[in-house]
């Protein structure tokens, strides 16, 4: 059975930096997306980056140049940093795998993902 657990999240002020981990288990071979997403309170959940398994990442644009998604393939595992971050930032973010090779990683739709992590908590302070 997949399981995705997120850590990392945490509190900080404007400015400041976290790292986000997606730990992965059940899994017999790296997925063909992952993603990170997030969803702030009353508002729907939205994608923050991906990464495809052969390296190609697409970012939204609220945080480009600020947030950085990779993949380790041997431990199937997923980070994001998260650089000069901004209370915009705020939100529940939670790590997406998809095995389907006919996906487009890259458009960041939720419905895309099929299994997903319970979640980790970034709040950014002002």
């Known amino acids: 059975q997949v399981q995705l657990v997120e850590s990392g999240g945490g509190s900080v002020q404007t400015g400041g930096s976290l790292r986000l981990s997606c730990a992965t288990s059940?899994?017999?071979?790296?997925?063909?997306?992952m993603g990170w997403f997030r969803q702030a309170p009353g508002k729907e959940r939205e994608g923050v980056a991906s990464i495809e398994l052969f390296g190609s990442t697409t970012y939204a644009e609220a945080v480009k140049g600020r947030f950085t998604i990779s993949k380790d393939n041997t431990k199937n595992t997923l980070e994001l940093q998260m650089n000069s971050l901004i209370p915009e930032d705020t939100a529940m973010y939670y790590c997406?795998?998809?095995?389907?090779?006919?996906?487009?990683?890259?458009?960041?739709?939720?419905?895309?993902?099929?299994?997903w992590g319970q979640g980790t908590q970034v709040t950014v302070s002002s």
């Open positions: 997406a795998a998809d095995w389907n090779s006919n996906r487009r990683c890259g458009d960041l739709v939720r419905s895309d993902y099929t299994y």
């Open positions: 059940g899994i017999t071979y790296s997925p063909y997306c």
